[in-house]
């Protein structure tokens, strides 16, 4: 079975053109459910039903059969043989499309093909009862809305693009009639899912749906795919315990303040990323961070008893400095791939005075290697540390894999990686550190 992501909304909320996009960067296979019923509206018009009659509908359903198929990335809907994907965008097919929705025999006949799309890839599928109905279990849902004169703009600019005659206030009483008929009929009524994010688009960018929808994906992939609940249990309890503990010592002796904390992971194979000043900062980090973090430390202190020790407690694994060390790459991503995270300096070496200095390339490597995002964290504090020093730690929002752009594994692109991933630390730096 795939990943199932279900956006249900009201017409013209932008789900199609969010779950196109999504799909086409995630690849995934786009489903769009409302393209089945108007399939089934544009055969009744055809043949002169009347589609609000479920007696005259009813006996078609017999004489029809619906197909999606993917040409080239995009989805065609072949009705009894003819591929239809064009013909059924017209106003009048959007009308008939909604009334034979409110059928619920149209409903049953098409629920399978729908399922088992779902069942046999990982598909992002948009409509009306796709996370309610459909795909009750998907692990991924949105609810997707905006108000009703915006999705009547944007259904007027695309109509008007394809060249045909429209006028916007036909265009936004079809849609009233349509948001009551689709949420007021009996079967499958448009709702939002109780488990469902909901998003109001109306003041949003097509760039910011497209983004908040793939943190939901890559969450519950990461979720699904490495479960940090595959560590061993007494691990998850010693280190729980511990961060509890050291939390206490950290905020006695340091004014402690943590900003950003919405954008913590809310699961483990994750990397972060932060600025060096202190031998401390990986207990900065973990101290908000729920999830059991490994770290990369110069092999010099693995020389020293008990200090090795420790750091081995802690997940802490050798490094050489100023070498590609291959074996603490490998092991770096071993442990991403067994649900820890990876806490990483990307400069290699602590910033005394507080500056921002370049990222070495190992931390744009695993994270396109692994395939896993990168949450960039700021550690500001004035001067020199000393009891009661205001520390802030401020978490950003993570930074995807494919917007790290590394294509061919070279220098070139890990170098501007790393540079994408330190300017997203620096802009949660302070200015006056
Ligand atoms: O998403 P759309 O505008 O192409 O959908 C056309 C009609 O089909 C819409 O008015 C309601 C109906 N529909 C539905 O009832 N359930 C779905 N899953 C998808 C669409």
């Known amino acids: ?11 013209g909320a932008g789900k199609s053109t969010i779950a196109k996009t999504l799909a086409q960067k995630l690849g995934f296979v786009y489903v769009d459910t409302g393209a089945l019923y108007r399939s089934i509206g544009y055969y009744a018009v055809s043949n002169g039903a009347d589609t609000s009659s479920a007696a005259e509908i009813l006996p078609l359903l017999s004489e029809i059969s619906v197909e999606l198929k993917y040409v080239d990335g995009s989805q065609r809907v072949i009705l009894n043989g003819e591929d239809v994907s064009d013909l059924i965008r017209t106003p009048e097919i959007s009308m008939a499309a909604s009334n034979v929705s409110a059928i619920p025999d149209v409903r049953e006949f098409l629920l399978n093909l729908q399922r088992d799309i779902a069942d046999k890839n990982d598909i992002i599928m948009d409509g009306r009862d796709i996370g309610t109905v459909i795909l009750p279990s998907a692990e991924v849902k949105v609810f997707m809305t905006a108000s009703a004169e915006e999705r009547a703009r944007r259904r007027y600019d695309e109509l008007k693009a394809k060249g045909q005659d429209v006028v916007y206030d036909d265009i936004l009483r079809d849609i009233n009639q349509r ?9 499958a009524p448009l709702r939002k899912a109780d488990d469902a994010v909901e998003l109001d688009t109306t003041s949003m960018t097509i760039d910011e749906v497209v983004e908040k929808i793939e943190l939901l994906i890559t969450d519950a992939q990461k979720k699904e795919s490495v479960p940090f609940k595959t560590i061993p249990a007494f691990r998850r309890w010693f280190y729980a315990v511990l961060r509890f503990i050291v939390w206490i010592g950290f905020s006695v002796v340091f004014n402690l303040k943590y900003e950003g904390t ?23 980090i973990a101290i908000r961070v729920k999830y059991i973090s490994s770290y990369m430390a110069k092999a010099e202190l693995f020389d020293h008893f008990p200090l090795n020790v420790i750091i081995r407690a802690v997940h802490g694994f050798p490094t ?4 590609a060390d291959v074996s603490a790459l490998t092991r770096a991503e071993n442990m991403i791939r067994n ?3 990876l806490t990483i300096f990307p400069e290699g070496t602590r910033s005394k005075d507080g500056k921002i200095g370049r990222a070495k390339s190992g931390v744009a490597f695993i994270a396109s290697k692994c395939a896993v995002p990168v949450y960039p964290v700021g550690i500001s504090f004035k001067s020199r540390l000393h009891f009661r020093s205001k520390i802030t730690v401020r978490f950003g929002k993570p930074i995807m894999p494919d917007e790290l752009k590394i294509n061919s594994m070279s220098k070139t692109d890990f170098r501007a990686a790393g540079e994408l991933i330190m300017s997203n630390i620096a802009a949660l730096v302070d200015s006056d550190v």
């Open 1 to 11: 079975m795939g990943l199932n992501c279900a956006i249900d909304g009201p017409s």
């Open 179 to 187: 948001d009551y008929n689709d949420s007021h009929r009996e079967t």
């Open 262 to 284: 919405e954008n913590l992971p809310d699961h483990g194979s994750v990397i972060l990323a932060g600025n060096h000043r202190t031998w401390f900062d990986p207990i900065l």
């Open 320 to 323: 050489r400095r100023n070498s």
């Open 339 to 341: 649900g820890y995270n």
